[in-house]
């Protein structure tokens, strides 16, 4: 296999190549005074399987180079191009919330299947879409990072009372709680706008005993964090670590989460930034494995690995 990675993205590329015994063809992007951007594979991929790496956070900017790189690799005589996207942009907006609104979900997901012959993902927000098979006429796995979060908590908050953000991600929490054999209470959420939320405290006597651990799978501008760091210090709990897949950190968001009173801040590393702790690389290699596999045998749709939900929870 050729592992084709964007630039940021060369760490993780290493990592995966590493487990899977690919070569490493790190794709150039050279962005021309006109935002218009050259792509320049590393190597000549003819022949072999194919796998992008690349992570969504920022996917207006990179979705026009995606699909020169596939489509450039089909040119060379690449046999198969696949795409391992840590973070998949574009899940959250899967309804049509207002009159003549784009539903960008199934759009998207059409538009990587238009340059992809599989996808591989870590926990993607899946709120009406029960898995992403429903979304992607392609081949696509999903790999549930529950585990690691809980393995990273037992490990290192061994006294944790793990939060959850909302009702949507009882089950996500629960899952992470059993592993970690921690317990855990869900907040009460109420999205005003973009940036405003307010949240309510369950009344825990462990939530009083124990030191909270804040979980969220997306944050982007982290008014959850903020505001739930707020009333946790309302109610005399102690400072709370935050725990997140998907560090996007829009604008000033970390620094506001950090202000906000968080203890620390840890997220995975499918998307590139200081606060990574959790390595995913060796849960993504497994997939791409397995998948390739499958491809050279019967698929039937998307699954999840490690036997945990794929489902994922929209918290800002």
Avoid at 196 to 220: F, H, K, M, N, Y
Wanted: proline share 8%; with cysteine.
């Amino acid at each position: 296999m050729i592992l084709i990675p964007f630039p940021e993205m060369m760490p993780m590329a290493r990592e995966i190549a590493a487990i899977l015994g690919a070569e490493v063809q790190p794709v150039a992007l050279h962005r021309f005074p006109d935002a218009e951007t050259r792509v320049t594979l590393g190597g000549d991929p003819g022949g072999h399987d194919v796998a992008v790496l690349a992570t969504l956070r920022d996917p207006d900017r990179l979705a026009l180079p995606l699909r020169f790189t596939a489509a450039t690799a089909r040119e060379i005589g690449a046999r198969r191009v696949g795409l391992i996207a840590p973070y998949l942009a574009y899940m959250r907006q899967d309804a049509r919330f207002h009159e003549c609104e784009a539903v960008s979900a199934p759009i998207f997901a059409r538009f990587l299947a238009e340059s992809f012959d599989w996808i591989v993902t870590a926990d993607p927000h899946l709120h009406r879409n029960p898995t992403l098979d429903t979304l992607f006429p392609i081949p696509a796995q999903t790999v549930a990072t529950a585990p690691l979060l809980a393995s990273w908590i037992a490990a290192n908050v061994p006294d944790a009372v793990i939060l959850g953000p909302d009702s949507e991600s009882q089950q996500w929490v629960a899952e992470v709680a059993r592993h970690a054999a921690r317990p855990y209470a869900v907040l009460r959420k109420i999205r005003t706008g973009d940036r405003q939320v307010e949240i309510g405290i369950p009344d825990s006597p462990a939530l009083r005993s124990g030191t909270p651990v804040i979980l969220d799978d997306i944050t982007s501008s982290g008014r959850t964090l903020v505001r739930t760091l707020e009333r946790l210090k309302e109610v005399g709990a102690r400072s709370a670590t935050c725990v997140v897949i998907h560090a996007v950190f829009s604008g000033a968001a970390e620094a506001d989460i950090g202000r906000a009173g968080a203890a620390r801040i840890v997220t995975t590393d499918s998307i590139p930034h200081p606060t990574n702790a959790i390595g995913i690389a060796a849960l993504l290699a497994g997939a791409v494995a397995d998948l390739s596999r499958a491809l050279d045998g019967p698929v039937t749709g998307s699954t999840t690995l490690d036997g945990n939900s794929s489902k994922g929870h929209r918290n800002d």
